[in-house]
């Protein structure tokens, strides 16, 4: 257990009604205590220089009451101030927190108080480092905070609420469980070479080992594949020449008019990105500067910006206009996006009241393609079906499945898989049992750097620095 102890403002800079700092560690009740007057002393005593002892308060209560500089008795704030003893707490440790009114000057004001007490400031995520290192919660549970926080559909809350509540952690444990068993197995039987049949059954070793563990950590595998873009979401990226309509498209998706739109080519010479949600599914899209030959230097940096973030999107939606004929253009943006997923677009359809064909090269052809107007809000459903489609592949996604682990844990099951099929073949080949052994430790290690049980300092760092400070 970690003996210092730590502080953050836990809630977002800014204005708002309620600002909450966090202190956990064996200090926080003494740290709070020098600087908490409870409502019960009258106001007149708040400048009494005795600190009260919150250590009397009760766990999971809340007391209302002022916070005062020690130093010079002044009055910072009104408060209400939550203690949560050890170990029902977030981290399992002794937790104030000061529910104070949020500003960041009060807010900076009483964090310093708390830090000149004798509290050290809190890196990104140690709170909730702290609750796993402290054994409350797994790594996937800690990672599931993560993904709460950043979720931005209500499809990737639910999907991190199932991690949060530790079914991916139980389901591992689960298997982990069955090969320690096995390996406890292997091991007498290596060490009793001469009762092997007796200590164990390989038969019934190998139809487990099949039909339960691997078919369970190949539908984890299956579920992250199938499922991951509900939760991570997808790049889109809006290309194409000057004024075909990039950014009216790009509002009429995100309903909100966030580009200029003008009829003055190169308009847009930055590269805009908003993200929306699209069927549950979370999307981040990009707005560019319209692909075209110019000395402009603006436009050429926008340009370039364009053409990097082609190069790490998921699709591309590229727009022409039918309302004039292709250009030396539009073929040279159709030879920059060749080899990405895209979608051709093709925009001012209400400029045609009769239905008619834009004509494209044969090469064009492997684009699926929808007619849209951006600017009368027509076609939008159809263009919104293929982006889900082309999206979530040919495997969509089934909705009763629970628990969609995420990349980190997917890579792992992948390692994982590979260490029991080598067992499974060790054992219908008649392998000997010490290289058995290695495979199926080999996996049992493996699982273990999903839940933490096994995970090396580096990757637990790692997932920490993603957190937010506070958290
Ligand atoms: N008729 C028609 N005009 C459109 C449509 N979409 C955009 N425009 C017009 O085309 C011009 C350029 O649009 P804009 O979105 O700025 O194009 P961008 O340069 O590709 O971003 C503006 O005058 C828009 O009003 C459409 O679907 N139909
Ligand atoms: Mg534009």
Known sequence: MNDSTIAAVATP???????????????????????????HSSISNLEDKD????????????????????????VVDEVLLAVMLAPHSYT???????????????????????????????????????AYINGRIDLTQAE??????????????EIATTLIKGELQLCIER???????????INAAIDFPEDVEEIINVDRITRVLQNNIINTIKELIGQYDNGHILRDGIKLVIVGKPNVGKSSLMNCLIKKERSIVTAVPGTTRDLIEESFSLRGMPII????AGLHDTDDPVEVIGINKAKDYIDCSDLILFIIDAGSILTHEDHEIFKIINTKNSILVINKSDLFSDRHEV?????????????????YNMGLDGLKDLIVRISLGENSFDPRAVIIPGLRHK?????????????????????????????IQEAIALLGEITGRSANNDVIDQIFSRFCIGK
């Not at 002794?94 to 529910?99: A, G, S």
């Open 92 to 130: 399992r440790e002794d937790v104030v927190e000061i529910q104070a009114h949020s500003g960041p000057v009060v807010l900076r004001f009483i964090l310093d108080l708390v830090l000149k007490c004798g509290a050290t400031i809190a890196g990104p995520g140690e709170f909730t480092k702290r």
């Open 144 to 157: 599931a905070v993560i993904d709460i926080i950043n979720a931005r559909t209500n499809k990737s809350l």
């Open 411 to 439: 890579l792992i099951l992948d390692q994982c898989l590979i260490s029991l099929c080598l067992a499974v073949d060790g054992f219908n080949s008649g392998s000997p049992l010490e290289l058995i052994a290695i495979d």
């Open 175 to 185: 298997i982990s469980d069955y090969l320690f068993n096995f390996l406890a197995e």
């Open 51 to 74: 600190s009260i002892d919150i250590s009397s308060f009760k766990s999971h209560h809340l007391y209302h009451g002022y916070i005062v500089d020690p130093e010079n008795s002044r």
């Open 285 to 288: 899209i990009a707005d560019t």
């Open 359 to 375: 004509n494209t090269p044969d090469s064009w052809e492997k684009m699926p393609r929808v007619e849209i107007s951006a600017l």
């Open 13 to 39: 800079v800014g204005a708002g009604g309620i600002g909450i700092i966090k202190i956990s560690g064996q200090n926080s009740l003494p740290i709070a205590s020098r600087i908490f007057r409870g409502s």
